[in-house]
């Protein structure tokens, strides 16, 4: 059964170029299974039902062949190139108005643990105002967790000039370290060797 956390969102990063790996990542698979449809297994698995995923570089030809691609709410970032924090501003603009917050994750994370996410999720429940950072061995990592009450501030900032560490180091108070058994919220799939090398680890 799934857990009860329906009033929250996920948005997955997945517009970057790719360039180290060699072809979009938001297309590939892990251990046989894409990388979206892990992804969203182990949201929809906590009850997560609304999903943004963020594209950017070659939007429109990648959305016909991504798995699944009809769970997914679409968002494109025509900015990709700004980075990261972009893409988050461009995905939190989708997201329900009566969201709590947002899951966000990275799509080269595959590999993260279903039960990461409830924990980071559980933790949400007792500090529902806080930024939650997975944590593991002394390293943070993602998925990270951001509540509602910073989508406006985020939005509305300017990522030629602003990230998003920047804004929770800015409200450093409100920012809680989950501990987590899970290796993989340290471990981003850049190349395709380290996608080999992840697949033997975890098969």
């Known amino acids: 059964m799934a857990d009860d956390f329906s009033q929250w969102s996920a948005v997955i990063l997945a517009a970057g170029r790719s360039q180290r790996f060699g072809a979009p990542k938001v297309l590939q698979s892990f251990n046989g299974v894409p990388f979206v449809t892990r992804i969203r297994k182990n949201l929809e698995e906590r009850g997560i039902q609304e999903m943004v995923l963020v594209l950017g570089f070659q939007a429109q030809n990648l ?8 769970y997914f709410k679409i968002a494109v ?7 990261q924090f972009s893409s988050l501003q461009v995905g939190l603009q989708q997201v329900h108005p009566q969201a709590k917050g947002i899951v966000m994750c ?55 000039q602003v990230t998003l560490r920047e804004i929770m180091l800015k409200h ?28 033997k680890k975890y098969r």
């Open 63 to 70: 959305i016909p062949h991504i798995p699944d691609v009809g």
């Open 77 to 83: 970032n025509s900015n990709f190139d700004l980075g």
């Open 106 to 160: 990275l799509v080269d994370q595959p590999h993260v643990a279903s039960t990461t996410y409830l924990r980071l999720l559980e933790s949400a429940r007792r500090f529902p105002r806080a930024f939650l950072l997975p944590r593991f061995a002394n390293r943070g990592g993602h998925p990270v967790i951001i509540p509602a009450v910073f989508f406006k501030e985020i939005i509305q900032a300017d990522a030629r």
């Open 172 to 199: 450093a108070k409100d920012i809680r370290r989950v501990a987590v058994d899970d290796p993989a919220v340290l471990e981003d799939i850049d190349t395709r060797e380290t996608l080999l090398e992840l697949e």
